[in-house]
Structure formats: C-alpha cells, structure tokens
C-alpha cells in the first residue's frame, strides 16, 4: 500500500501557514512506463497548471520510492558474462526454456549444467523466471525510473537531495571505474545452451529506456544543478559516444534497427535520445526519420490494428508496449526538430499513431486474458489526447471511467494540454468522474485504486505542499 500523507503546518513569519508533507511509512509501488520522453523545457520553465498539483505530489513521492534499492551496477549480478568481467552486461533471453530430454532429468543436473548442456526453446511470451537470476535488466529499469523521477523532483522541489541521488545512480551505472557498465550489449538476451555464442540482437532491448535517463540529465542541464558537474557530464558524454558507435556498427544492433516490430521501435528511441543527450539534434532528427519512413510503414494497418503485435502471445499487452515506443519516437523527433510534423505521418495504408491508439481502445484486456495488463494502455490515451486533441471528449471520458483519479498520475504533468481540457481544469473536478469509456514494478501501467488512494492523500495536500516552495 501507499504510505498515509499526514498534514503538519508550520507558520512561517506574518502567520502564513506553510504545509508539508510527511510520510508515515515505507511506500508501496511506483509507475514504471514502458518508454517515455520529457522536454526538460516544459518541466523547468515552471509554467505548471494548478490542476498539475497532485501529479506533482505524486512525481516527488515516486522520486524518493523509485530511489530505494540504489544505487545500482552490473557488477552487482551473481555471475558474469563469458569474457568473466562483471562490468559486461548480461542477460539471458526470458522467453527461452531448456529441453533436457536427450541429456538427462532437470531433477539429476545442476542448475549451471542444465544452463550449458541442455538445448533451450522459445515459448513466445512465457517467462523463464531463473532468466532473471542475473537481473541486470531489472537493475537498468530501476536506474531509468530514479533518474527520471529525481531529476523532475529536483526541477518541482529545489530539494538537491533529488539531484544528488539523480546523479549518483548514473555515476554509479555508468562511470564510477568499479561500477561502471562497458559501452555494449554483446551479452544481452544471451540464449542459453551447448551452443551459446553470445548475445542476440532482441537484447538491445534491454536499454529501452535511455529515453528517460536522457530526460533526466536533460533536466539537470538545464536546472544547472551543482550536482550534475562538468566532469559527471563529460564523462557521460564520453561513454554515450562509445555506446552510440556501438549501436550503429555492431552486427546484433543493426539486426534490432531491421526488427519491424516493437524490438525496431524501441532501437530509434535509444539512438535517437542518446543523439540529443550529445547535442546532435540532425542526428536525432535523422535517426526518428528514418524510423517513419521505414519499419512505421508496415506497423500500423487500415483502421488502425498492429498486425504484429496482434500477432504475439499477449496482444494487449505489445499493441501498448509499441505505442509507447511510437510517441516516445514522435515525441524525440518533435524535440529535435519542432517544425517535423512527425505526428501526422501515416504509414503505407494511411494509418497513424492516433488510429492505432483508437484501434486499440476498442478491445478489451479480457479478450486475451490479459487483465492485468489493462492499464497499459492508460498513458497513451492521454499522449494522444494531449497532441491531437480532444474535440468530442472520447478520450477524457474513457480515463474517467477506466481511471478516475488519473490527474493524479505522473505522466498527467506533461501530457498537456490534455490536462486542462474543459472538464480537467482542476483535481477536484476529476475527482468527481462521469463515466463512459510497462515491468516488474508495475507491468508499465497503473492501478486505479492505486491512483484513487493518491489523489485522495495528494489532491488537496499536493496543492498545499507545493505552497512551501513557492511562499518561502
């Protein structure tokens, strides 16, 4: 459960009362997205709505939970890649099972013969939970989550804890000479087995979610944080240079970049947000449109269903993880070029992203047994929303039936100006709702009567929490 906010008010000179937030205990489960981007401009311009104030709250709250557990390394994984440097990241391919029936019983192997002897097969969408037993993929999800969220804290609060923690856990992922990951993904997603060569192209995967640390180091940039120093961001720079030579060269790489499905989608998110990160906003610019005028083609049909993602073991569930992927892109290419009317492309059969999200309103997560991956789809309505309008109010009458409290949500921050839409000008008018309609840590969705538990706590006591910063 969420940790209970309880009001404590201090007075502040002629008798102004000052709010805070405190917490009563440990917090419960923050929202991991399956991708997106953040403008640093939008966030630290400070122009902010009022009816923003709880997705504020929320993002501060999220900051100090997505923080425990950090700081994180390769090197922390309980076995190494082939070359035996722990500083290689690894993965094992989560969908692939062994099959020992010509070597012996599971039951008479040990665990690390089973892994080198007996041959493995895919189950499309089955996870293999020992995959996880080197979870340097969980850890890279955990450091794209704090990043994201402390530096938006940073940027809402001034507190420099938020910062400092932002910076540490990329010094520490990517820097720091003893924790320091090396710049590729030549052991990621690794299939298991007498014939193990090493990683495979779906493992750049992996490391989707650059777009968000890219967004967090954007922000500290931009907020001129003393925590972010000029050598934490040369150092940066340098090892992002290394790991971009590595995705445009490296063979499994350029096999992802030719993935037509959401494995392609997610590559141009990487490449294109680690090109920003080095000013190269051409290069971005290039990376996204080459994306649109290729794999985009082909991935979005007449009337807007995803053929191959429909196609999948769990088709909700990649409808949504490639729409993700498709904003995060149009997002990154109207970042480097704000005049690409990138949103508009429409694919070989006339189709665009607003059609796929409306295709993929139509059908339901019970439809393929995938109830727990409803909310999935949640943060895409409300991008959508937020670019293309909502003149007859199908979008904000689908959250308020499907999420009612969704202005408490962190992503209703930046998904403007879907949040100050008529009906949406403030927290308390999405409180009262009238109806129609990722990951590890969340399943990248959200949980209604999570967000329901925070607007409760956060509505109010957001607003008057952020009265500290702007009254002292």
Known sequence: MFSRLHLRIFPIGLSIPV?????????GVFVSYANDFVSPDYIVNGNLGRNTFAAQATIVQ???ESAVGGPWSVTMKPFAAPTGDKHDYLSWSPYWWPDCSGVGNTTELAQEQIWTTCPYKNKDGLFNPDARLVDDVGNFQSVSDAVFYNSMAWSLTQTPTFAESATQFIKTWFLDEATRMNPNLNYAQVIRGPNNAGGTHTGVLDLKCMAKIVSGILILRKTNSTAWTSEVNDGMNAWVTEYVHWLETANIAIQEALSTNNHGTFYY????????LLGDLPGAKNVTDTYFNTIYMGQIVKGGEQPLEAARTRPYHYRAYNLAAMITNARLSQYADPQNPVWNKTTKEGATIKDALNFAMTISASASKEDNYTSELFPNIVAVA?????????YVSFMKQAEPQFAAEADYLWDQPFAVQEGLASSSTVSSPTPSAGSNKSATGRNSASSRERMDYYGLFGIMSFLVYLLI
């Open 62 to 64: 999220w900051a100090k």
């Open 269 to 276: 998110n990487q490449l294109a947000a680690l090109k920003i």
């Open 19 to 27: 709010v805070l937030l405190v917490s009563t205990g440990v917090t």
């Open 386 to 394: 937020s670019v293309y309008g909502d003149p007859d109010g199908k």
